[in-house]
Structures are given as structure tokens and as C-alpha cells.
């Protein structure tokens, strides 16, 4: 199953599984139910009983536009230097915990919406990265049990203002990390049955036709259950918190010369089993800015 929001041509805004390139809205499939992908999270072992009826239930007709799966999680907790090839480009020594820090809610966009480069930086970079989608509540829980917290998995961007994370904010990377519109999320949630080895699957970001960063998360120096049980013993994870695992080497700021993203750049995050997740960079002065801000005023 492939959970998605989607908004329809009239505006109207919901939830769904997507079956064959179309979508089928979650009341098609259980009215007693409220139609939230937060609320089928926590359905568990009953959740294959509720989507019987997917390959009869009415799909949407009409194209929809897709938005960010999971739009406002509790928390998004995001996880550095966690590819070791990604920890020595940067030029640190590969961490022996994880080194965690967070992005605001408010950075989620979806598929296809514009990454706005802020006037505030000229050195906004990429970062593929697989997410982790939880998908019931989470404390205190050790390796051997985290995986059953998670509810799917899907395709994120960390998009970074390298000056901002190091050289302001007294070197705390929140505010580097959290400009609007620096969480591209999507397509879909990919259900944990369909990604018997989230620890091993192939994962790229694109910048127009250019592969720029290429590995797999067997690269993973914290794997998923790791860092689940690392973090459930500090904080209490809830279902749709967001855990973005890191990202591979190859990211601007250590390519000689640096290549920041630059408006026009079409970004491609594609992780095996999850689909790709395209995202064009916009001007923070350019139309297509302006109509994201009124669009989400
Ligand atoms: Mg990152």
C-alpha cells in the first residue's frame, strides 16, 4: 500500500491509496473510519481486514495533485553524518553515537511543490535521505522490537543552508535546516510490507540529468531499528513522527568546486521501492514563490 494526500481539481483535500496511477480515497474503503492516514497508522495487525475492498473500491477519475504524505508530524528528528562516506566528505571523524538534530513542521512541502532559496543564503544544499514514517507509539523499546513501530517509509530532501547551520545561531543547525519549504516529502508513504529490507535499498539524488549523490542504506551507520531504540529511550516517538536517517556522500558543499542549488535546479530524490521525489528551486523573489506564499498564508 502507497498512502498519499492529494488535493482534487476543486480544491476539496484527501487521503488515499494509490492503485495502479490512480487514487483511492481511504472512506472508499472503510466510512467507519476516519479518513486520516493518522488514524490507519494505528490500526496495526487490523490494517490488511480494512483494505479488503481496495481492488473493487472507486477510484478518483480525474488527475489529483499530490501533497506531502505525512503534512504536520509531532516531531521530525533528523540524523547527521550517518553514511560513512558523507561523515569523511564533510570532514568529520564518523560518529560513534548518533548526532541528532530536528527540522520546524512548518519546513514540509509536497511533490512537485518549489523549493524557495532564501534571500538570507547563497549556500542552500541537497540531501537525499530516506524517512522513517512511525506508526504507533514508541518509548523505552530496544533493537530487537523497534521495527514494529514503524508504519511505512518514504522519500525525503533535507535541504540545508550550509552558512546558516555552521556560521549563525551559535552553530546549532535548526534554523540551516528549517527555512520554508526545506522538507520535500513524497510521494507516498510506502507501507512497511513492501519494503521487506529498508536497510538495504538503492538511493540517488538527480540534479537535472546529474547523479550527485548514489549509495545504498546498507551504508548506514545507525540502521533504523538503532536509531528508533537510541531515540525511544529520551523521547516518546508517537505515530507520523518522521525519522530522516541521513544522507549519502556527494552533497554540494564538499564537491570542489562547491555546487549550491540555484533556481531552475530540478531536484530527484529516488529511493528503490519508494518512488522519486521531484522538487524544482525557485528564486526567493520569483512568482512561483510568491504563489506558495499566498497558497499557504
Ligand atoms: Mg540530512
Same mark, same amino acid.
Given at each position: ?55 473493487? *473500491? ?13 503534512? $504536520? ?16 566528505? !564533510? ?7 548518533? %548526532? ?8 514540509? %512541502?509536497?511533490?512537485?511543490?518549489? /523549493? ?20 504507533? !507509539? ?10 514494529? @513501530? ?6 525525503? @530532501? ?43 535499498? *538503492? ?17 548506514? /551507520? ?22 530522516? !536517517? ?6 554540494? *558543499? *564538499? ?10 535546479? $530540478? ?31
Amino acid at each position: 500500500m502507497r498512502f498519499c494526500r492529494y488535493r482534487r481539481a476543486n480544491g476539496q483535500l484527501g487521503e488515499g491509496i494509490e492503485r495502479d496511477g490512480s487514487i483511492v480515497p481511504l472512506e472508499q474503503l472503510d466510512s467507519t473510519l476516519p479518513p486520516h492516514l493518522r488514524d490507519w497508522m494505528t490500526l496495526g495487525e487490523a490494517l490488511p481486514e480494512r483494505l479488503a475492498k481496495l481492488d473493487s *473500491a472507486a477510484a478518483i477519475e480525474e488527475p489529483v495533485r499530490l501533497l506531502a504524505p505525512v503534512p $504536520h508530524p509531532e516531531k521530525i528528528i533528523c540524523v547527521g553524518l550517518n553514511y560513512r562516506d558523507h561523515a569523511i566528505e !564533510t570532514g568529520a571523524v564518523p560518529p560513534t553515537e548518533p %548526532v541528532i538534530f530536528s527540522k520546524l513542521s512548518s519546513t514540509i %512541502v509536497g511533490p512537485d511543490d518549489p /523549493i524557495i532559496l532564501p534571500q538570507l543564503s547563497d549556500r542552500v544544499d541537497f540531501e537525499a535521505e530516506l524517512v522513517v514514517v512511525l506508526g504507533s !507509539t514508541c518509548r523505552d523499546v530496544e533493537e530487537a522490537e523497534a521495527m514494529q @513501530h514503524v508504519f511505512g517509509y518514504c522519500c525525503g @530532501h533535507d535541504v540545508s543552508a550550509r552558512d546558516w547551520q555552521k556560521e549563525h545561531c551559535g552553530g546549532q543547525w535548526l534554523m540551516g535546516k528549517s527555512f520554508d519549504t526545506f522538507a520535500p516529502l513524497g510521494p507516498y508513504v510506502v507501507h512497511k510490507s513492501l519494503v521487506p529490507e529498508p536497510g538495504n535499498l *538503492a538511493i540517488e539524488m538527480r540534479i537535472g540529468d546529474e547523479v550527485m549523490q548514489r549509495s545504498r542504506t546498507n551504508e548506514l /551507520i545507525f540502521s533504523i531499528p538503532t536509531l528508533i531504540s537510541f531515540l525511544s529511550k529520551i523521547v516518546t516517538l508517537r505515530p507520523g513522527d518522521l525519522i530522516f !536517517t541521513g544522507t549519502p556522500a556527494g552533497v554540494g *558543499a *564538499a564537491r570542489t568546486p562547491p555546487r549550491f542549488l540555484q533556481p531552475g535546479d $530540478h531536484c530527484q530524490v529516488t529511493i528503490e521501492s519508494l518512488g522519486t521525489l521531484r522538487n524544482r528551486c525557485v528564486a526567493h523573489d520569483s512568482a512561483e514563490a510568491e504563489q506558495w506564499r499566498k497558497a499557504t498564508a
